[in-house]
């Protein structure tokens, strides 16, 4: 089970904070988000206790994704935050290094970030 929290509204530039809880372990987590009328979208990928990340392109240098094996936490830190970052963000947990939402085998119920101008 995976549990997200830290969503909210913001103005351009912000920053917020997202953490999702877990109460199991898989190989990897990461943050997806889902802007209205869009498709998922892979945002970070972080494995437990390798320190391997991956980012989209689009948050590189402004999202930094970490975890904290010691509580099953994962945490998505966004800066410098864009009304394009709207969304609604997920966490996933899988056993594959993927940036397909197909390959995650849990998922939390979501929170959502608006970023407004």
């Known amino acids: 089970q995976l549990v997200e929290s830290g969503g909210g509204s913001v103005q351009a530039g912000d920053s917020l904070r997202l953490s999702c809880a877990a109460s199991?372990?898989?190989?990897?987590m990461s943050w997806f988000r889902q802007a209205p009328g869009k498709e998922r979208e892979f945002v970070a990928l972080?494995?437990?206790?390798?320190?391997?990340?991956y980012y989209a392109e689009s948050v590189e240098g402004r999202f930094t994704i970490s975890e904290d094996s010691t509580n099953n936490t994962v945490y998505l830190q966004m800066n410098s935050l864009k009304p394009e970052d709207t969304a609604v963000y997920y966490c996933?947990?899988?056993?594959?290094?993927?940036?397909?939402?197909?390959?995650?085998?849990?998922w939390g119920q979501g929170t959502r970030v608006t970023v407004s101008a």
């Open positions: 972080i494995a437990w206790n390798g320190g391997t990340t």
């Open positions: 199991g372990r898989t190989l990897c």
């Open positions: 996933a947990g899988g056993w594959h290094y993927s940036f397909l939402p197909s390959e995650y085998t849990s």
